[in-house]
C-alpha cells in the first residue's frame, strides 16, 4: 500500500549545523512529494512539494530532491536557526483521482543557539 | 494563515458523548479532507469530500461520519466517544478533486479530550 517512511527524531542541532531528515515512500503510481512543517501549537504547513521525478522543491532555504530510483525525498537546509524547531512531516499523495495524503510519523527537530 | 477555519478549537468531553468539529475551506476550494493525529496512530486520513459529495475514504472509524453543506463547509461527527478518539483533528482544503501536485492547505486543528 502507500506509505512513507521518515527518520525517527528526535534530531537536535545548534545554530547554522546542517540538517538533512531522511524520507522514502513506497512506489505505487507516480506520487507526488511534499514536506509539512507544524511549529508549536500550529497546523501543518506546506514547506515545500514536488511532482515528478528529479524535480527539487525548495522554500526558505529547505530542500528536497524527488529521486524516483531510490524512491527518497530527503530534506536538507545548509544552516538551521532557532526558528526552524518545529516537527517535520513527509508525505505522499495517495492514488491517481484521489488527493489523500499519507504521512510520515514526523521528525522533531530542535534547533539551539 | 491558510485560510481554513476550524471550530471549537478545544474541546473536552466525557466518553459516550457526541461532539461534531466544524470546517470551512479556504475560498474558492471544493475538497475538504479530514485528519486524526494521535500519539499512537499518527496523522491519518479519514474522508475526503469534493462539492458535496464523499470522494475518498481512509481509516474513518464507523462511529464517524462527515458532510459536506451547500456552502462548503464540513463537519465530522463523532459518536459513542472513546478515550482512545483524543486526539487532534485537522482539516484541509483543496481546489480540486484530486491530482497529482494539488496542494492541502491545512486548518489549525481542533483538539479533543475524552475523560
Known amino acids: 500500500g502507500d506509505s512513507v517512511t521518515q527518520m525517527e527524531g528526535p534530531v537536535t542541532l545548534s545554530e547554522e549545523a546542517f540538517l538533512t531528515i531522511n524520507c522514502t515512500y513506497t512506489?505505487?503510481?507516480?506520487?507526488?512529494l511534499f514536506w509539512y512543517v507544524q511549529y508549536p501549537g500550529e497546523g501543518l504547513q506546506l514547506l515545500l512539494k514536488?511532482?515528478?521525478?528529479?524535480d527539487k522543491g525548495s522554500n526558505k532555504g529547505f530542500e528536497a530532491t524527488y529521486r524516483k530510483e531510490t524512491t527518497s525525498f530527503h530534506l536538507e537546509k545548509g544552516s538551521v536557526q532557532v526558528s526552524d524547531s518545529a516537527v517535520y512531516f513527509c508525505?505522499?499523495?495517495?492514488?491517481?483521482?484521489?488527493?489523500?495524503?499519507?504521512f510520515g510519523t514526523g521528525t522533531r527537530l530542535t534547533v539551539i543557539p | 494563515d491558510s485560510g481554513v477555519t476550524q471550530t471549537p478549537k478545544h474541546l473536552i468531553t466525557a466518553t459516550g458523548q457526541r461532539v461534531t468539529l466544524r470546517c470551512s475551506p479556504r475560498?474558492?476550494?471544493?475538497?475538504v479532507y479530514w485528519y486524526q493525529q494521535s500519539l499512537d496512530q499518527g496523522l491519518q486520513f479519514l474522508i475526503q469530500?469534493?462539492?458535496?459529495?464523499?470522494?475518498a475514504k481512509g481509516n474513518i472509524l464507523e462511529r464517524f461520519s462527515a458532510q459536506q453543506f451547500p456552502d462548503l463547509h464540513s463537519e465530522l461527527n463523532l459518536s459513542s466517544l472513546e478515550l482512545g478518539d483524543s486526539a487532534l483533528y485537522f482539516c484541509?482544503?483543496?481546489?480540486?478533486?484530486?491530482?497529482?501536485?494539488?496542494?492541502?492547505?491545512f486548518g489549525p486543528g481542533t483538539r479533543l479530550t475524552v475523560l
Open positions: 484541509a482544503s483543496s481546489a480540486t478533486p484530486g491530482g497529482a501536485g494539488d496542494t492541502q492547505y
Open positions: 512506489a505505487t503510481g507516480y506520487p507526488s
Open positions: 514536488a511532482t515528478k521525478a528529479d
Open positions: 508525505a505522499r499523495s495517495g492514488r491517481t483521482g484521489a488527493n489523500n495524503l499519507f
Open positions: 475560498s474558492g476550494d471544493l475538497s
Open positions: 469530500y469534493y462539492n458535496g459529495e464523499e470522494r
